[in-house]
């Protein structure tokens, strides 16, 4: 039995001084408690483990525990304490009630560890530990995913590099090794060029230039390159200015890692074959001829499988009360779906098992995230979810009325009032696939006892969640988050869920975008600006009509504009550009300006932070 | 016992499939057998572990086995085996001779590993494994240290940025967090400033803006960003061309990761101490007034060390016979000193202790990789070489001898007499450091009896050698190099080294570089050119004269000119260019163009790569 109990204190340490203060216990005791085979183990020291795959087929004929999504209401710059009530309750299931219970969570990117967020553990007495190995390489995955996509970036502009500056002969010659060998790999085109042959001799010259041209239009390369740094710098840059590189410099840029596709790919895959079939199936840039050129034209997909065959697997982690945390994929949660992966989810309800509780926790807002993960993650998966655990707190609600930060510790019920539209609307959101909702109201020390009762009488006639809780964990641990984890064992065990999909896979991308802007974000129309509507209709063209869009806007507000605050209406959505990830399948319509690089502030985290060099331990980490 | 013979098969497989064919020993299991407890493993999977630096506190008293540099003539197009020598007289030594012994090797790039050049785990029955571990990612050291070098890098560029868009006020109460803290990294900046002061609100104007403004002349910036991919595009950039940069673009370039400072550094230090001050101490450009800007004056230095706290670990593998491995750092032969990591080899000395054996290989040609080896590594760390084994082959000696690749398999005494020049510098070379040389010759299927003989002549007699082998480890694994392994012993029990520098710490930068340039290379003399005279007299100013040198040249050649092979004389040196590492702590003159990012060539590895599904075995990787 890995659970633990807290001694907590008051007032609440720093989070690093808490996760500290407690010496993880070894992974493996973890593992054993959560019913992992030591041979189902990849120890990385002695706190973190990744988990096989094998697993899976070990218990493939196991029932499922129940599947929680936590999402939140739109979040304000006070922060409403997503992740940290996901991690509580985890504790107060796990280590209070002795419920098997995971918690899956996303990896965090190093970029706002350094900058200006700081890391993602949770808080207070709801942590992940050891939260520096959890913020800082975790178990490599997110340098594996920057290695896969930079491969291909280094690998597309090195070809058109070659095939500008090489004859027919010569290209096919040295791709051909001499004419000796076509690869498996080359065979790939050469089996999407309908060229079924396989010694390199016998291709005629019309068929050796189609193979080994791939004629990539530099003005249609949208794969760009990738670091886990807020590097502002890199958002537009040229390149290819050296002399040998011969005058094929073009304007690209850098994004940061976890806003790669390869970042959603991991997340929403199967299997390592899932992974090897989407990797090749990314598409980077268009042929002058207007084709689509894959990272399988390009000839390194099996190489960037190679490179995210460890990353694959997700990584086993504890909360301070000794609860296991899966720990897997992270992606952006505007350009891509925000939530972390499928494969941590299947091994987790699996474990977990029958009275078994699984929390996965949904980025951004609801209106983002959890409709992310119902429209495209379970739609990828196939797994219905049992119910939603929506986070609140009074302050943010005040905020959406109308409140500023700095005034939102004082009583204002017609404020909240006015705020509590955003979250009734939330609650109706989910309640349209038909999932209960479990409102977590986290307390703050200045909430009035006016201020709970009202958020709850809303809620719950206006908005028709199942419940809502108010939760302590954060000053309390699991302890103060023991009701609502009651909560949402009785939600679960007398409210059925009634999962559905909000559009079906058949409707056309324009329906989908549609009906995800007037459903759930309470627009009064869309407007198609630019080339949207031809882009559309060429993406219907080339086969990703059935693919599910997932949309780029903005988190601090159900519309397109971050300034309207509670439950705007009336509104129209622009859909500024669209693209597509055909890797990771999905649509992606942009609805503003979508910052994929965040930059450093002029004190960023990094001034705290420094390692006692005598104890080797980490200081300043936040 | 982790021990183990092989079934050697002929011909020999590829080195994957005899990789494969063996499966790796549990590395708990490899560790006991070498005398690492299991407190101070790290696993990292079943086949890795990292090796806490506990362990040399703990064999502080016992003696250290013997040292060997294992280091070779200047290479060729056809490849010598030094990695392969390595290994394979490691697994005679430890699987046939029983001895403790250790190899201590680089950890390769990813970059050559998908781009020309394969892995470099070593080759056919004498390999490091699991290769796929060792080649990909390893424990994420390489990826460490790319975070680590890019922090710095955005935290500069975007320290400029701040300063150019903010008055002074502004830029010092953000600083300062509205006056609330100056915290201890800031404090580091103060103190050398000579401003004795923690409260933000004492500082006077005057003192304000020098705290607060770096005052970067951009056109000093020497730090660049890193990849661990070839990507050819990415050496010359220009950056910042992004409207929210607001105009302060600039030119600068990638490099490869294994380039960085930070690698150099990894390979330098004691202990987590040491790389916190050598991390602080990376000077990264000028003030406008000419002092260094370091990344302590950036403020990252702490969390560069915190991001590269496990990386300072070397991580444990094994050979296919099952002997230890020590892997750590990488850095690249010519701008830095290619060598692997002191740390590592103070490890495998205490382990090996009396009676045992650490093989640490040295980079690129003798002239290169040795000379620095002692001059740089040793001088570091004060740990005294027992011996050199110096790798060659008759093709490659032919080869410096005159004769092209293509007529290397035929037998040419005179070409090979000829081609000896070379061999015998590099003995001679090392002589001169007081060590004893056994040549280790490489054997090939072609060479004849009679060029065997003719090497061993003229090496021991002309070279003074102190004993000249033929193995075939490659093909035989350790039951090859046994004659090696038995020389080796023979020599370092009967022929003490005399260890000696061959320049003092207080030479001049000059004097350094000109006894380099004489003694090891053949050189009629140096030329300055350019402003380089007045860089080494600033650099002396500013107290980095008693830095040692690291020339930055061609591995081809003792020249600076690649296309002089064999040993040529009367050529004088051109230094083009001179830096200083203030972080690593030596001066590297630039002698030639120095390419510090690999491109990809027409046909990469990568198309060989890729994943088997059923089994989630790599394919292809050599």
Chains 1, 2 share one sequence.
Not at 383 to 398: E, H, I, S, Y
Not at 498 to 519: G, H, M, P, W
Request: charged letters at 25%; glycine letters at 10%.
């Amino acid at each position: 039995m890995s659970a633990r109990k807290l001694n907590c204190v008051w007032p609440v340490p720093a989070d690093i001084d808490i996760a500290q203060s407690l010496e993880a216990q070894p992974i493996a005791r973890i593992a054993e408690a959560a019913g992992i085979l030591l041979s189902e183990l990849n120890p990385y020291g002695s706190t973190r483990a990744k988990v096989k795959l094998s697993v899976l087929k070990r218990l493939e004929n196991s029932p499922n525990g129940k599947y929680v999504v936590v999402a939140g209401m739109n979040p304000t710059p006070m922060g409403e304490g997503k992740s940290t009530t996901t991690i509580g309750l985890a504790q107060a299931l796990g280590a209070h009630l002795l419920r098997p219970c995971f918690a899956c969570i996303r990896q965090p990117s190093q970029g706002p560890t350094f900058g200006i967020k700081g890391g993602a553990a949770g808080g207070g007495y709801s942590q992940v530990i050891p939260m520096e190995d959890f913020n800082l390489h975790g178990t490599g995955d997110i340098h594996a995913i920057t290695a896969a996509n930079n491969l291909l970036a280094a690998a597309l502009d090195t070809r058109i590099f070659h095939e500008r500056t090489q004859n027919d002969a010569a290209l096919y010659r040295r791709l051909t090794s001499e004419l000796k060998t076509i690869t498996p790999i080359m065979q790939k085109r050469l089996d999407k060029l309908g060229i079924h042959k396989t010694d390199p001799g016998e291709l005629t010259e019309e068929e050796r230039v189609r193979f080994a041209r791939l004629n990539v239009d530099p003005d249609t390369i949208s794969w760009r390159r990738v670091t886990d740094v807020n590097d502002r710098l890199l958002r537009d840059i040229e390149i290819g200015l050296g002399k040998a590189e011969k005058g094929i410099s073009r304007r690209t840029g850098f994004d940061i890692s976890v806003a790669s596709e390869v970042m959603a790919i991991l997340a929403l895959v199967d299997d390592l074959a899932d992974m090897r079939r989407r990797l090749g199936a990314i598409q980077v840039a268009k042929s002058k001829a207007g084709t689509p050129v894959t990272a399988e034209d390009v000839g390194c997909a099996g190489a960037m499988t190679v490179l995210m065959k460890d990353a694959v697997e997700p990584t086993l982690m504890q909360t301070l009360e000794g609860t296991p945390v899966l720990v897997h994929a992270g992606p952006f949660g505007n350009i891509a779906h925000g939530n972390s992966s499928v494969i941590a989810d299947r091994i987790a309800l699996k474990l977990a098992g029958e009275g078994g509780f699984v929390l996965t926790e949904a980025g951004f807002g609801a209106d983002m995230g959890c409709e992310k993960f119902f429209n495209i993650k379970c739609r990828t998966s196939g797994l219905k979810p049992d119910a939603a655990v929506l986070v609140a707190t009074v302050r943010a609600l005040k905020f959406h009325g109308g409140v500023e930060p700095k005034d939102a510790a004082k009583e204002n019920t017609d404020a909240l009032r006015a705020g509590m539209s955003n979250l009734i609307r939330h609650i109706q959101n989910i309640g349209k696939f038909g999932v209960p909702v479990v409102v977590a109201l986290n307390q703050f020390s200045t909430d009035t006892d006016a201020e709970l009762a009202l958020v709850r009488e809303l809620a719950m006639q206006e908005g028709g969640a199942a419940d809502v809780v108010v939760t302590s964990h954060w000053s309390k641990g699991g302890a103060g988050a023991v009701d609502l984890a009651q909560a949402l064992i009785r939600v679960t065990e007398t409210m059925p869920s009634n999962f559905q999909l909000i559009y079906r896979d058949s409707a056309s991308l324009k329906e989908k975008i549609e009906t995800v802007c007037r459903e759930i974000y309470g627009a009064a129309g869309v407007e198609y600006l630019n080339d949207t509507e031809e882009k559309l209709a060429d993406f219907e063209r080339m086969g990703y009509g059935s693919f599910p869009v997932c949309m780029a806007k903005t988190q601090y507000s159900f519309s397109h504009d971050p300034e309207l605050r509670g439950a705007p209406t009336g509104f129209i959505v622009p859909v500024r550009d669209v693209r597509v990830s055909c890797g990771a399948k999905f649509v992606f319509p942009l609805l503003g300006e979508i910052s994929t690089m965040p930059g450093l502030p002029t004190r960023p985290a990094y001034y705290n932070i420094d390692i006692d060099c005598d104890t080797g331990k980490v200081v300043g980490l936040s």
